[in-house]
């Protein structure tokens, strides 16, 4: 007779699981005791919120469940900045989370909380066990939530539960369904009547339209419509796509934003872009999601369609008319272009001893790196330079915390990535802000012989927020960071590490970095007065740069400003 955490363990072989995420602790010595022997590995992390990522990056990058387990209280507390993550990314992540003894639940006992109401939130299911016989419907139950409503679900089960004998069972194994979803004839049919009387059509794209390019750019043609895309949908929709006009949003670009803006019918394609300051006003809105409730969101939708896009855009295609007119999607060609030969412009070599341009840095590891290499950045300044000089292609994956927006995301989902894809090449374009949050996470590397790649944007800075401080009319304060040599600290570690603090150095930088055979570090001086400028600038933000400039100089730090133009120059000349 098996107990119940055997039980468990025997579900996720059965079920194909390879790994679990975290940290053992007292009341997770029955699980981690029902390990031993088992074909899952137990994968140590320094910090269960790292475990987490890991999982998260780990079913972003198969569509499989992933596990992580945190230990009762502070440990699986821990856990829920990446269970946010995945819940927010819509990945399926199983969770354990031990709790204290079901005995002492409600007595204020050592290292008690609540998380049943903790938990909630960041997931689509979570119970507690508090009955053998509960177990095995409970955890197919929860199994099935995370993988069909992709996102996460929580077993809170005491200590002493894993240990007790429950009658036996055979594991269940869940499969993913793969539904095909369609709106009705009549709002197809209406969807089509807007789209054939527009003169201008532009597409909105985002992950959602994972696994439907053929047809995406199939519609684009027969409406000869740029298609605009989210940043989540980057790495799905710009590879081999000749209607492509970037990205729009706050990291975007110029000619994203106008081509939502000089169109007369916008189709919005699996997105839920949040920045409602970023949508045309006063022209239809189509909006294809498989998710009702997600429709009209951010915008007013004159139709809704509530559909899988690969067999809504199938449908689609035979109620549409050729356009009569290519000249729209010309015009923001030309000015993609445009844009496109600007943004390059920046990514050149610094001059003698300043430090690097981040945008070179990133051009440079876009052309080293492999067409099938994993990138993931961190939140802040590493994901507009992804977002605006990494090329997607069909194979490249391009991941990161894009709807949390956390710190620290970078290495700790590089170490799930390359956890799931041995031979693939997984880069970490980690802030230092971001890697100094959760540098333990460098031993998890070496501990676990996870090759990844991590690439330090060392500006010394909480650099984004500065920026944010500067449009906003703030001198930056509390920004500042005191950053060691990485380099060094990486070696200290038993990883390779190397720093560069010159352009003319970089190239054979990168190509030892990424020839290296095992995690490495590589730390790159950047330039901290670099300015990040949005596709579009407003009144306001010019108001509160101005406000900054004269701040500054009324504080003392004018030097600041001569730097802010120095590292800037190039964007007017």
């Known amino acids: 007779m098996a107990n119940v955490a055997e039980h468990i363990i025997s579900t996720l072989e059965a079920h ?9 602790g007292d009341s997770l010595n029955g699980f981690t005791d029902a390990l031993i022997g088992s074909t899952i590995d137990w994968m140590t992390v320094r910090h269960e919120e790292a475990g987490a990522f890991a999982a998260a990056a780990e079913a972003e990058m198969t569509g499989e469940l992933a596990v992580v387990a945190g230990t009762s209280g502070p440990g699986n507390l821990h856990l829920i900045n990446g269970l946010y993550d995945a819940q927010r990314s819509r990945v399926p992540v199983l969770a354990i989370a031990a709790h204290i003894p079901s005995e002492e639940i409600g007595t204020g006992y050592f290292q008690e909380t609540h998380p049943q109401e903790l938990f909630r939130e960041c997931s689509v299911y979570v119970e507690h066990v508090s009955d053998v016989r509960q177990l095995p419907r409970v955890l197919m139950i929860a199994m099935r939530n995370a993988i069909e409503q ?52 532009t597409i909105l794209a985002g992950a959602g339209v994972a696994g439907a390019h053929t047809e995406l750019l199939e519609v684009a043609e027969l409406l000869q419509a740029p298609i605009v895309h989210a940043l989540r949908g980057k790495e799905h929709v710009e590879y081999d796509n000749p209607y492509d006009v970037g990205m729009t949003g706050l990291l975007g670009f110029a000619s994203g934003y106008q081509a939502m803006f000089d169109a007369d019918v916008l189709l919005m394609v699996g997105t839920d872009l949040p920045y409602q300051q970023f949508y045309p006003d006063n022209i239809p809105v189509i ?37 009569t007119s290519s000249k729209h999607l010309k015009t923001m060609r030309d000015h993609y272009e445009k844009t496109r030969k600007k943004l390059d412009n920046l990514a050149q070599p610094s001059r003698g001893s300043r430090p690097i341009h981040p945008q070179y840095l990133t051009r440079l590891l876009d052309e080293h790196a492999g067409q099938d290499a994993v990138f993931i950045p961190d939140v802040g300044s590493p994901v507009v330079y992804a977002a605006r000089y990494l090329t997607a292609t069909k194979n490249r994956r391009i991941i990161g915390s894009f709807s949390h927006g956390s710190m620290a995301n970078a290495m ?22 971001g890697l100094g949050m959760l540098m ?18 060392n500006n010394s800075s909480l650099n984004f927020i500065e920026l944010e401080m500067k449009a906003d009319g703030f001198v930056p304060f509390a920004t500042e960071l ?13 990883i390779w590490g190397k720093r560069v603090e010159r352009s003319s150095h970089l190239p054979k930088a990168i190509d030892e970095f990424l020839a290296h055979d095992g995690p490495a570090l590589l730390d790159v001086v950047t330039e901290q007065q670099e300015l990040t400028i949005p596709p579009t600038i407003t009144s306001q933000q010019v108001k509160g740069f101005s406000l900054y400039a004269m701040r ?9 400003l001569v730097d802010l133009a120095r590292a800037n120059l190039r964007r007017i000349l």
Do not use: C
């Open 552 to 560: 500054a100089v009324l504080s003392g730090q004018g030097s600041e």
């Open 440 to 457: 333990g996470e460098l031993l998890t590397l070496r501990q676990h012989k996870l090759p990844v790649k991590v690439v330090v944007y």
């Open 16 to 24: 194909g699981t390879e790994r679990i995420w975290g940290i053992a």
């Open 287 to 323: 909006q294809i999601d498989r998710r009702g409730d997600q429709i009209g969101k951010r915008v007013a939708v004159d139709v809704p369609l509530v559909g899988t896009a690969k067999d809504t855009l199938r449908e689609l295609v035979p109620l549409l008319e050729p356009a």
């Open 412 to 433: 700790t989902m590089g170490m799930g990535a390359q956890a799931a894809f041995p031979e693939r090449q997984v880069i970490s374009l980690s802030g230092d802000g």
């Open 482 to 494: 005191d950053n060691p040599d990485y380099a060094k600290v990486a070696e200290a570690m038993g």
């Open 150 to 201: 992709r996102g996460v679900a929580v077993l809170v089960i005491s200590g002493s539960m894993f240990l007790a004998e429950m009658p036996d069972a055979a594991p269940e194994i869940i499969h993913a369904t793969h539904s095909r979803i369609l709106p009705s004839v009549a709002e197809l049919e209406r969807a089509a009547d807007v789209l054939n009387e527009a003169q201008k059509v």
